[in-house]
């Protein structure tokens, strides 16, 4: 796909297509299940298979596809592929590269279900998986196997907030002819660009910051390359893991301001998180804007700015954290992030439960963990409602 030379936010408005034969500006939910078979140059009538036009809604839809482009136009891609939900994009990418025998090299601290599914279903199918901590760049190195078919990143991380070396990784990683995936969820586009750093594919939960308004869930995967993408598009639509045109409408109108929004919550952020750094009764706390964070340069490096999740434990462990998250009354105690409201979660009894204790500590989700997401509120209230919770521990 050819980039168009636009500022982001231009982009964020006007990216997209094709465009609706009657003009509408904003691009209709097409609310159907198939498409008569008709030539798209001429609308003459064509036998099945030589159409060249939208066929069926599981395979392509008009609506679908005018996130599918703005999207990629946003992450610098080839293409790109909408999936039913976030899971739906990653289950995706470790069908098309993984199978019996081969490997798959991934962070530690990925979000929980990511993990969970290749140490549960694709194990069960001979997917052998190495998790380390992919901050450190020697653990990568080391983890490396002659089978290793897949380097798959979340940066920063679901709940640690660390920071991977996505250029560096990429370096290793083909060197050895493995392709690399980055799940840029928790940057998106307007603040992270994965496949400018040689990443292959990146992928996001659209739930998040690109739709923002906690009212769908939804996936989307961007490939650099027409090769990566082939051997995604068939994979997602066989498996019927695509998206659902209302989903699709949802998210094109949330995406149209994701810049003010992120904008909005990494102002917030940045203030909540200076804060809760000063507050006496915090132990420790990780956001890539404090120059206390162990990846603060990199962070510098790869991103546009710190984003707006926060994780933080308290001195007082596991028991105040629970009074915190009782008594918070504007912060929503709830999963799910990227939305325009501040959430409030503890991943080692939420997100990440369902991993193994070792696993959990392996990769730093202490029982101490409260993570946020920042929202768009007035930052006056979010600090206030936090404040009136932590006196209470
Ligand atoms: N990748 C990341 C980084 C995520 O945080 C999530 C969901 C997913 C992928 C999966 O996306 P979904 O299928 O839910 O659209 N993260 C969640 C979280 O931290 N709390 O609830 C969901």
Redesign the pocket.
Known sequence: MKHKAKGFNTKLIHSGGPKDALGSVTTPIYQTSTFSFKDADDGAACFAGESNGFIYTRIGNPTIRDLELAIADLEHGYDGIGCS????A?STVYMAYLGAGKHIVSHNAI?G??RGIIEGAFARFGVESTYVDTTDLEQVKAAIRPNTALIYL?TPA?PTIGISDIPAIVEIAHKNNIPVCV?N??CSPYLQNPLDMGADIVLH????FLNGHADI???IIVTRTVEHYKKLRPMMVTMGCNMDPNQAFLVRRGLKTLGIRIDRAQENSIKVADYLEKHPKIAWIMYPGLKSHPQHELGKKLMRGPGAMISFGLKGGLDAGKTLMDNVQLCVLA???GGIETLI?HPASM?HSKLSAEAKKAGGITDDLVRLSIGIEDVEDIIADLEQALEKI
Do not use: C, R, W
């Open positions: 939900s976030g899971m739906g990653v979000y279900p990511a979340e679901n799940d969820t928790f939960s659209l739930t998040k869930v939804g996936g999963v799910s992030l979660q997100t």
